[in-house]
C-alpha cells in the first residue's frame, strides 16, 4: 500500500507561482503513473496533469497546458505541480494521485490511491 502526501499549498495572488509536492510512501512508486487532480466547492473533481512512471508521457489539460509543469523525481518518491500564472479559476483542494499501472492516465477511474489533498486559493 502506498501513502500519497502533498503539500505545498496556500493562499496566493492572482498571477503569482505555487508548487506543490507529493511525497509517496510505502509501497510502489518508481513504477507507476502518478497525477494531479483538483475539486473546486460544489464541482466535480477533475484531472490536472498526469505523468509516466519514466517521465515519457506528460498528458496535461487544456486549463493546465502551458502554465504547469508536471515533473516526479523518482530517487525521492515525489511528484510535483509546477503552476505559474494562477488565475482565481485555479482555486481549488488539488489531489496527487497514484495509477494502477505506469502510463499517464487522465481518468480518475485509472488512479487506485489518492493523496488527502492540499488546498490552493488564488485571491486579491
Known amino acids: 500500500q502506498v501513502q500519497l502526501v502533498e503539500s505545498g499549498g496556500g493562499l496566493v495572488q492572482p498571477g503569482a507561482p505555487l508548487t506543490l509536492s507529493c511525497a509517496a510512501s510505502g509501497r510502489g512508486f518508481y513504477n507507476y503513473g502518478m497525477g494531479w487532480f483538483r475539486q473546486a466547492p460544489g464541482k466535480e473533481r477533475e484531472f490536472v496533469a498526469s505523468?509516466?512512471?519514466?517521465?515519457?508521457?506528460?498528458l496535461y489539460s487544456d486549463s493546465a497546458k502551458g502554465r504547469f509543469t508536471i515533473s516526479r523525481d523518482n530517487a525521492k518518491n515525489t511528484v510535483y505541480l509546477h503552476m505559474n500564472s494562477l488565475k482565481l479559476e485555479d482555486t481549488a483542494v488539488y489531489y496527487c494521485?497514484?495509477?494502477?499501472?505506469?502510463?499517464?492516465?487522465?481518468?480518475?477511474?485509472?488512479?487506485?490511491?489518492w493523496g488527502q489533498g492540499t488546498q490552493v486559493t488564488v485571491s486579491t
Open positions: 494521485a497514484r495509477a494502477y499501472e505506469g502510463w499517464a492516465p487522465t481518468t480518475i477511474a485509472d488512479f487506485g490511491s
Open positions: 505523468i509516466s512512471w519514466s517521465s515519457a508521457s506528460i
